[in-house]
T-cell receptor, first 113, second 112 residues
Framework: NAGVTQTPKFRVLKTGQSMTLLCAQD?????MYWYRQDPGMGLRLIHY???????AKGEVPDGYNVSRLKKQNFLLGLESAAPSQTSVYFC????????????FGQGTRLTVV | AQSVTQLGSHVSVSEGALVLLRCNYSSSVPPYLFWYVQYPNQGLQLLLKYTTGATLVKGINGFEAEFKKSETSFHLTKPSAHMSDAAEYFCASAGGYNKLIFGAGTRLAVHP
């Protein structure tokens, strides 16, 4: 049982390049989340999804897009990367049942130069 | 608006001393509250959670937290710190609209 898997684990981008981060979960969870983690700022919610085909903005959505075409996958896209998007990105999934906790992937360390 | 505030970005204790990490929440609806721990270069692991019922919640590794609605707090404690407790700790709230919001984190250092 893999839980939540993020791909890739590390990436270096040049300013202006695009990329997609993939999150896959095998727990049949309805909710999925993308966060970024920066020193001293905790985890900030970028976008989230409450079900296949639905997405919503979080606290810091600018510069990112997401898609949830399949229930098990949640993709985070950067269309034109900027140095301010250098961060560690975490994906999480959670059941729709009230009070359930989120399960996290191991993170993607992204550097934009 | 839903928010979580962790008081103290860094806490340092001696091995064997009490650990107290503070968390206050703001929510328009009764929240579900969580404490997670993050070890270096790893993802987040659940320590404990409050949903409904008993306000004193026990978690893994000897940690516990008490939900106090009147103070909108959910502080994390451990009676006796161990060197292996050194990590970053995050408080989180799941309120309305299915959002899961985190505090800024508290880095715990444990010295001999």
């Amino acid at each position: 049982n893999a839980g939540v898997t993020q791909t890739p684990k590390f990436r270096v981008l040049k300013t202006g390049q695009s990329m997609t981060l993939l999150c896959a979960q095998d727990m049949n969870h309805e909710y999925m989340y993308w966060y970024r983690q920066d020193p001293g700022m905790g985890l900030r919610l970028i976008h989230y999804s409450v079900g296949e085909g639905t997405t919503a903005k979080g606290e810091v959505p600018d510069g990112y897009n997401v898609s949830r075409l399949k229930k098990q996958n949640f993709l985070l896209g950067l269309e034109s990367a900027a140095p301010s998007q250098t961060s560690v990105y975490f994906c999480a999934s959670r059941s729709y049942r009230e009070g359930t906790e989120a399960f996290f992937g191991q993170g993607t360390r992204l550097t934009v130069v | 608006a839903q928010s979580v505030t962790q008081l103290g970005s860094h806490v340092s204790v001696s091995e064997g001393a009490l650990v107290l990490l503070r968390c206050n929440y703001s929510s328009s609806v009764p929240p579900y509250l969580f404490w997670y721990v993050q070890y270096p270069n790893q993802g987040l692991q659940l320590l404990l959670k409050y949903t409904t019922g008993a306000t004193l919640v026990k978690g893994i590794n000897g940690f516990e937290a008490e939900f106090k609605k009147s103070e909108t707090s959910f502080h994390l404690t451990k009676p006796s710190a161990h060197m292996s407790d050194a990590a970053e700790y995050f408080c989180a709230s799941a309120g309305g609209y299915n959002k899961l919001i985190f505090g800024a984190g508290t880095r715990l250092a444990v010295h001999p």
